[in-house]
């Protein structure tokens, strides 16, 4: 009698991968085929790389490799073999926060916060190629990143916010002291 079964699939060869994320050189053993997503989120431990769709349309999962911006979703973690990666972990600078993080919490750029890293990992690629973008140069760096929940105007606010911070050369508050509410009143009884 003939059986049918499918074939099994060979198990993936495990490699040892090395890459430097956030300043620290990590190596790590991981099988051949693996997605930067999951290395990072799963081994790594970087948590604030956030999974969306899986498929490359929200950007939520957005990370540097080597200073540009790339889905971790579609990249295989092979592709950043010894590259330097940083994720939204990375970008404050100790208890300072980068300035598209302080402004976030200032204009409102994030309200459930599930996009948010990857939209901070973005807008921080811009502004260290350009301090002062116009507006259609911030709409277009972040056209890739999907949010449901602020309209994005207040995003946008928050870039201009950010840039004004670089160019003025302020410094941005210590990440330790309290900050104020974005949304005052939200919540209040009327
Ligand atoms: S999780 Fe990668 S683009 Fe949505
Ligand atoms: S803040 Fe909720 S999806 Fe963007």
């Not at 349309?57 to 330097?84: F, H």
């Not at 302020?170 to 939200?186: I, L, M, N, Y």
Request: proline share 5%.
């Amino acid at each position: 009698m003939v059986q049918y079964r499918l074939p099994m699939l060979p198990h993936p060869d495990e490699i040892e991968w090395t890459a430097e994320v956030n300043g620290a050189e990590i190596t790590l053993h991981i099988e051949n085929n693996a997605i930067l997503l999951d290395v990072l989120r799963e081994q790594v431990g970087s948590l604030g790389t956030k999974r969306g769709c899986d498929m490359g349309t929200c950007g939520c999962c957005s990370v540097l490799i080597d200073g540009d911006p790339r889905l971790s979703c579609l990249t295989l973690a092979t592709e950043a073999d010894g590259a330097s990666i940083t994720t939204v972990e990375g970008l404050s600078d100790g208890h300072h926060l980068h300035p598209i993080q302080q402004t976030f919490t200032e204009f409102g750029g994030s309200q459930c916060g599930f996009c948010t890293p990857g939209f901070l990992v973005v807008i921080s690629a811009l502004l260290s190629e350009n301090s002062s973008p116009s507006d259609e140069e911030i709409k277009s760096a972040i056209e890739g990143n999907l949010c449901r929940c602020t309209g994005f105007q207040q995003i946008v606010d928050s870039v201009r916010a950010a840039s004004d911070i670089l160019v003025s050369g302020a410094r941005v508050e210590d990440s330790t002291s309290p900050k104020s509410d974005p949304h005052p009143g939200f919540g209040e009884e009327v």
